[in-house]
């Protein structure tokens, strides 16, 4: 299905280099719809399949239009888009870790109606890494997103492109991955339609869909390949692994907010929703490599059921698919998800072409970021996170409210969240607009967490990068930093509204979620 000559020729990377003002090093991409962030005009949301409620967005470059684009821009660079709203729906462009005022973040508080259309304009101040642009509408969210309305942006800079210098990887190895799962049989998808207790849990599929295809298999040459993915299910958590001949270790160089400060061999990483992993594996010798979410246990006991929730827009706006033509019609697929934690297989890689000589070693230094410290005068703001009965999940006992702000932080404070799941709960992603923040300690942990906690202060592999988005376990409580200081630019004058919510995608739709503003 992913035929790569045919996403070359699409992806005219060529261009796409050329046309960078600042010359940068080639960058080693080929597969996939990479399109520069520079050329994009507009960005199309719309509905391709109204039976299945299929959606995506379509970049518009003025010579040529790329379905589900992958976006690719220089740190430093700006993105300018007029984004158009073809959907039956109202719909947001949220862009996912990268620092942007209010008014570009596209977080819900002002929607697109149908029809409509918005400008966005942002310069790019995040290090290099893997970002994503999603709809997020208070109550539609989950349903777009599983619909489609997920993209890459990835970012890059000198780092990033000495890494890929250093690991000589070939064009066919260095991919862009949004890992999503979806109820299917055969080729054919199940449309969104959740229960209440899929409301509760979260939306989960039986299949991984890659980059919107099932059983998706990538072309790569023998030695590295650098993946960067993307966890883009709804309510899946994701212990990645690979297998060749057998389990094969690989290197975690980066996460959600790019490179660690050095490469760390493992052999399996947890990956949550919103959440991103930059890995390694050297597939020498081998035929096949295949990504498999390992079987775990996600230590989830909800003992209530919450109420099938009612969003008020819900109840203005028809689902994107037409399901009820579905429901009566004895013959659709009738699909049962796999529980959370089930093995899952996510994709693989096809090894062909020239073995070249030994693979480069990989290097001992990857970024010059510096270990994560608690700032010594900070304030600690404690959060809980719970479940109500009648509402569900919930941040303070409060369900959201679009038009309050829970608490203020003042521009250039550093704090420290302490953020504590209760012991009967589920794993709860949990994601910050606005800036990032390093994890500083784990307490509480248990079952499979506890026993990848190999980097100090119980804390995993995963988190000693940037971050912003980070998974609390049940009976856990994990503390962040926050450095609230946003860039001095004029566009970020005046107090900026964000939000910290859930990003089990049920989860904010319900009521997980609270509004904080900068100051
Ligand atoms: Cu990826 Cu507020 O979301
Ligand atoms: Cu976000
Ligand atoms: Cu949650």
Avoid at 49 to 54: E, N
């Amino acid at each position: 299905m992913l035929d790569r000559r045919r996403f070359l020729a699409a992806a005219g990377l060529g261009s796409v280099l050329a046309s960078c003002r600042t010359a940068p090093a080639p960058l080693a991409f080929s597969q996939g719809q990479h399109v520069d962030a520079a050329a994009v005009r507009r960005l199309i949301v719309e509905r391709h399949d109204a039976i299945q409620g299929r959606c995506r967005y379509v970049a518009d470059l003025g010579s040529r239009a790329v379905a589900q684009p992958i976006l690719v821009a220089r740190r430093g660079a700006e993105f300018e888009a007029e984004i158009v709203n073809r959907l039956p729906q109202p719909t947001t462009v949220h862009f996912h870790g990268l620092v942007t005022p209010e008014a570009q973040d596209g977080a819900g508080f002002v929607v697109i109606a149908p029809g409509d259309s918005k400008a966005v304009r942002f310069r790019i101040f995040n290090r290099a890494g893997l970002y994503w642009f999603h709809s997020h509408v208070q109550g539609l969210t989950a349903e777009q997103v599983h619909a489609g309305l997920a993209g890459l942006f990835v970012v890059t800079d000198e780092e990033d492109a000495a890494l890929d210098a250093a690991l000589a990887l070939p064009p066919a190895n260095r991919l862009a991955l949004a890992v999503a799962d979806v109820r299917a049989r055969g080729e054919q998808l199940s449309p969104y339609a959740p229960t209440a207790a899929d409301c509760v849990t979260g939306w989960l599929g039986n299949r991984a869909l890659v980059n919107g295809a099932l059983d998706a298999s990538f072309d790569v040459a023998p030695g590295w390949v650098r993946m960067q993915v993307l966890n883009a299910c709804n309510a899946r958590g994701l212990l990645f692994s690979f297998q060749g001949e057998k389990s094969l270790p690989f290197y975690l160089l980066g996460v959600d907010g790019g490179l660690l400060a050095s490469p760390i061999e493992v052999d399996r990483v947890f990956v949550h929703p919103a959440e991103r992993i930059d890995v390694a594996v050297n597939v020498a010798g081998q035929r096949a490599v295949s990504a498999i979410s390992l079987a775990f246990d996600p230590r989830a006991q909800i003992q209530a059921e919450a109420p099938l929730m009612r969003h008020p827009i819900r109840e203005r706006y028809a689902p994107l698919a037409a399901v009820e033509i579905c429901r009566s019609d004895a013959g659709g697929p009738v699909v049962t998800p796999l529980p959370d934690g089930a093995r899952m297989p996510l994709f693989s890689l096809r090894v062909g072409g020239q073995a070249p000589a030994a693979a480069p070693r990989m290097p001992e230094r990857l970024s010059a970021l510096p270990d994560a410290a608690a700032p010594t005068d900070a304030h600690v703001r404690r959060f809980r996170l719970d479940f109500i009965e009648r509402t569900g999940f919930v941040i303070d006992g409060a369900p959201y409210r679009i038009d309050e702000i829970a608490f203020r932080v003042a521009r250039g404070t550093r704090e420290v969240w302490e953020i504590k799941n209760s012991p009967i709960s589920m794993p709860h992603p949990m994601h910050l607009h606005g800036e990032g923040f390093r994890v500083l300690r784990r307490q509480g942990t248990y079952g499979p967490a506890r026993a990848l906690a190999t980097a100090g202060n119980g804390r995993l592999p995963t988190d000693l990068g940037v971050k912003d988005t980070v998974v609390v376990w049940p009976n856990e409580t994990v503390w962040i930093a926050v450095n609230f200081s946003l860039p001095p630019t004029s566009e970020f004058a005046g107090p900026q509204r964000y939000m910290f919510h859930c990003h089990n995608l049920e989860h904010e739709d319900g009521m997980m979620m609270r509004n904080y503003a900068i100051v």
